[in-house]
Nanobody, 126 residues
Framework: QVQLVESGGGLVQAGGSVRLSCIAS????????MGWFRQAPEKEREFVAA????????DYTDSVKGRFTISRDNAKNTVYLQMNSLKPEDTAVYVC???????????????????WGQGTQVTVSS
């Protein structure tokens, strides 16, 4: 049974930083694509970043490029999202997801992911 458990959210001032963690268990994730998505109130879930576990290839949505960094720690089966220069519009529930078929070309698509965490709230105050 695959489990994804996020942590690290909280309240931060604009311009500040937060690091989110996603601990993955229940499978060997070396051939997975891992993604971070976010959902603000009354908005659809949107892609933030993805990483291909086997080689570390990454992708980001334009609004976070240069500010967010996705990474993984193989030994700890953990994916991170380092978020710098945060803005109020980054406020959302951030959710970790896993795509077991490693379909990189569609890594931005919500429907491609097979497993989801519960999410962690990030609130950025102005």
């Amino acid at each position: 049974q695959v489990q994804l458990v996020e942590s690290g959210g909280g309240l931060v001032q604009a311009g500040g930083s937060v690091r989110l963690s996603c601990i993955a268990s229940g499978q060997t994730f070396s051939r997975y694509v891992m993604g971070w998505f976010r959902q603000a109130p009354e908005k659809e879930r949107e892609f933030v970043a993805a990483i291909r576990w086997i080689d570390g290839m990454t992708d980001y949505t334009d609004s976070v490029k240069g500010r967010f960094t996705i990474s993984r720690d193989n030994a700890k089966n953990t994916v991170y999202l380092q978020m710098n220069s945060l803005k109020p519009e980054d406020t959302a529930v951030y959710v970790c997801a896993a795509d077991r078929y490693s379909t990189w070309s569609t890594a931005r698509s919500v429907s491609e992911y097979d497993y989801w965490g519960q999410g962690t709230q990030v609130t950025v105050s102005s």
